[in-house]
């Protein structure tokens, strides 16, 4: 008679931790045996995406700055900033849509994006009125991809709107849809729909939120009045 054997069992398998979000392993009782300094986890984390970039395994490289609209996600593809997104759409989720939606070949690689985070930075600052990185429109097509790429040509301190928006692209019943388009802009503050409005002048709708459309407005008016 054979004997049976219970198989051995398998250690839980730690949490994905994205860099900024609370520590999953807190309350899971695997806390204390995954103890690894940051300063050595960082270390690994950006040796890794070296390696990966050099063995041409890395599709999208993401960051997180802060800022004063809040942290902003910046993801990166081979063509450009493809995503920026802010702390209330759930970095987690965002990176998981990117996942599978475009690639699971995704790191943590904040040396990829450090001209976007210079940028970003001198932006706020308000000695940049324009954006230089290259943009990748990957997420967007059709008439949403037009209003996106029309977007830049809204003049720093400057507004528009959505009526106005849409006789520019030849399309004056699209009023509606000019607003989805700004809505679903994947790359807010560098692809600048804060600056359209409704006809009303009221602010209309913000992906950040109407505190960071304000704030984004204000700071714009300030510097070019300057």
């Given at each position: 008679?054979?004997?049976?054997?219970?198989?051995?069992?398998?250690?839980?398998?730690?949490?994905?931790?994205?860099?900024?979000?609370?520590?999953?392993?807190?309350?899971?009782?695997?806390?204390?045996?995954?103890?690894?300094?940051?300063?050595?986890?960082?270390?690994?984390?950006?040796?890794?995406?070296?390696?990966?970039?050099?063995?041409?395994?890395?599709?999208?490289?993401?960051?997180?700055?802060?800022?004063?609209?809040?942290?902003?996600?910046?993801?990166?593809?081979?063509?450009?900033?493809?995503?920026?997104?802010?702390?209330?759409?759930?970095?987690?989720?965002?990176?998981?849509?990117?996942?599978?939606?475009?690639?699971?070949?995704?790191?943590?690689?904040?040396?990829?994006?450090?001209?976007?985070?210079?940028?970003?930075?001198?932006?706020?600052?308000?000695?940049?009125?324009?954006?230089?990185?290259?943009?990748?429109?990957?997420?967007?097509?059709?008439?949403?991809?037009?209003?996106?790429?029309?977007?830049?040509?809204?003049?720093?301190?400057?507004?528009?709107?959505?009526?106005?928006?849409?006789?520019?692209?030849?399309?004056?019943?699209?009023?509606?849809?000019?607003?989805?388009?700004?809505?679903?802009n994947p790359l807010p503050v560098v692809v600048p729909c804060h600056r359209?409005?409704?006809?009303?002048?009221?602010?209309?709708?913000?992906?950040?939120?109407?505190?960071?459309?304000?704030?984004?407005?204000?700071?714009?008016?300030?510097?070019?009045?300057?």
């Open positions: 008679m054979k004997t049976m054997t219970t198989p051995p069992t398998m250690p839980p398998r730690a949490p994905v931790h994205t860099p900024g979000a609370p520590d999953p392993l807190v309350g899971t009782g695997l806390q204390g045996r995954f103890s690894v300094a940051e300063a050595d986890l960082t270390a690994l984390r950006d040796r890794l995406s070296h390696l990966a970039a050099a063995e041409e395994l890395l599709d999208l490289a993401y960051r997180i700055v802060d800022s004063p609209v809040g942290r902003l996600l910046l993801v990166t593809g081979p063509r450009g900033l493809i995503r920026v997104a802010f702390e209330s759409e759930g970095f987690s989720q965002v990176l998981s849509g990117l996942s599978e939606r475009i690639s699971p070949r995704l790191l943590h690689a904040p040396w990829k994006l450090e001209a976007v985070a210079r940028e970003l930075e001198e932006y706020f600052a308000g000695h940049r009125s324009r954006f230089e990185v290259p943009v990748d429109f990957i997420l967007s097509s059709g008439f949403r991809l037009a209003v996106q790429r029309e977007l830049p040509g809204v003049s720093y301190g400057q507004t528009t709107t959505y009526r106005e928006l849409a006789e520019r692209l030849d399309n004056p019943r699209a009023v509606r849809a000019v607003g989805t388009a700004c809505a679903t359209v409005l409704r006809s009303d002048g009221s602010l209309g709708g913000y992906l950040g939120g109407l505190e960071a459309k304000t704030l984004l407005l204000e700071l714009e008016k300030e510097n070019a009045a300057a």
